[in-house]
């Protein structure tokens, strides 16, 4: 049987509070990586686009650099965590000013699937082999015109 294999893929510093992004990773949390796509698409909130675009990018990863089965793929961890936050301040009446916080997260998502299975390359015994014409080799002449050399 098949191993399974764990992948990861990170995006950092997302401008939105952990809070909202968790909400909408906890819709997707544990599901296979092709119905929180689906769930994603359908979500009115502005955090769905960013934690589609870290399930997308683990699920991409799992297939183009570690060759996995993009049918097997299962969503295992997914973490939001707060990130740096910036300190900016509001003018107020009277010469005050209230600060405030922009809140930044980032998002972990780690995919578990199984590799595809290799395909064996078929050697076909009763065939002839065609022998191959010779390649031409080609010139070009200062007035850019192809000339065919034997």
Same mark, same amino acid.
């Given at each position: 049987?098949?191993?399974?294999? !764990?992948?990861?893929?990170?995006?950092?510093?997302?401008?939105? !509070?952990?809070?909202?992004?968790?909400?909408?990773?906890?819709?997707?949390?544990?599901?296979?990586?092709?119905?929180?796509?689906?769930?994603? &698409?359908?979500?009115?909130?502005?955090? #769905?686009?960013?934690?589609?675009?870290?399930?997308?990018?683990a699920?991409?990863?799992?297939?183009?650099?570690?060759?996995? &089965? @993009?049918?097997?793929?299962?969503?295992?961890?997914?973490?939001v965590? #707060?990130?740096?936050?910036?300190?900016?301040?509001?003018? $107020?009446?009277?010469?005050? #000013?209230?600060?405030?916080?922009?809140k930044?997260?980032?998002?972990?998502? *780690?995919?578990?699937?199984? *590799?595809?299975?290799?395909?064996?390359? $078929?050697?076909?015994?009763?065939?002839?082999?065609?022998?191959k014409?010779?390649?031409?080799? !080609?010139?070009?002449?200062? @007035?850019?015109?192809?000339? *065919? *050399?034997?």
């Amino acid at each position: 049987m098949a191993e399974s294999i !764990t992948v990861r893929a990170f995006i950092k510093g997302i401008d939105q !509070t952990p809070r909202k992004v968790s909400i909408v990773a906890s819709l997707v949390r544990g599901r296979s990586v092709a119905d929180a796509l689906v769930i994603l &698409d359908h979500t009115p909130r502005r955090a #769905a686009l960013a934690v589609k675009k870290a399930i997308a990018s683990a699920a991409a990863n799992a297939t183009n650099n570690h060759g996995l &089965d @993009n049918k097997t793929l299962v969503i295992s961890t997914l973490n939001v965590t #707060a990130g740096p936050r910036m300190r900016r301040y509001k003018p $107020a009446s009277r010469g005050r #000013a209230l600060p405030f916080e922009k809140k930044s997260s980032h998002i972990l998502v *780690e995919v578990t699937g199984t *590799e595809k299975p290799k395909k064996k390359p $078929a050697i076909k015994k009763d065939e002839p082999k065609v022998a191959k014409k010779p390649a031409t080799k !080609t010139a070009v002449k200062k @007035n850019d015109k192809k000339v *065919e *050399e034997k």
